[in-house]
Nanobody, 127 residues
Framework: VQLQASGGGLVQAGGSLRLSCVSS????????LAWFRQAPGAEREFVAF????????YYADSVKGRFTLSRDNVRNSMYLQMSSLKPEDTAVYYC?????????????????????WGQGTQVTVSS
């Protein structure tokens, strides 16, 4: 399985970016999907995930109302639309899959709950 993330870049505070992640080798249609991020010197943290069992999307409080996770099963892709970006959103963003979707709900907030990871894409928000 390979996950290819793209769409990062440099943007001013208040701007928007759309991250993409394409999966090859495994379908995303029956998987838990997630975006995490890691700032320099910090742990990898949960941003958002879609839980296959129930079809609900969960967001970190810090991004709720500003970020939207979506997916396209035909293109085997997932996306993270980011709006009203802040300097504290600066990080490397990673997409991840839990497939088959065996991780329990509480485990989906943790990076250890995922089997496959993309290579990361840098997002830098200037003030």
């Amino acid at each position: 399985v390979q996950l290819q993330a793209s769409g990062g870049g440099l943007v001013q505070a208040g701007g928007s970016l759309r991250l993409s992640c394409v999966s090859s080798g495994r379908t995303i249609s029956n998987a838990n999907l997630a975006w995490f991020r890691q700032a320099p010197g910090a742990e990898r943290e949960f941003v958002a995930f879609f839980r296959w069992n129930g079809g609900r999307t969960y967001y970190a409080d810090s991004v709720k109302g500003r970020f939207t996770l979506s997916r396209d099963n035909v293109r085997n892709s997932m996306y993270l639309q980011m709006s009203s970006l802040k300097p504290e959103d600066t990080a490397v963003y990673y997409c991840a899959l839990d497939v088959p979707p065996l991780t329990i709900l509480s485990g989906l907030y943790d990076a250890r709950g995922y089997d496959y990871w993309g290579q990361g894409t840098q997002v830098t928000v200037s003030s």
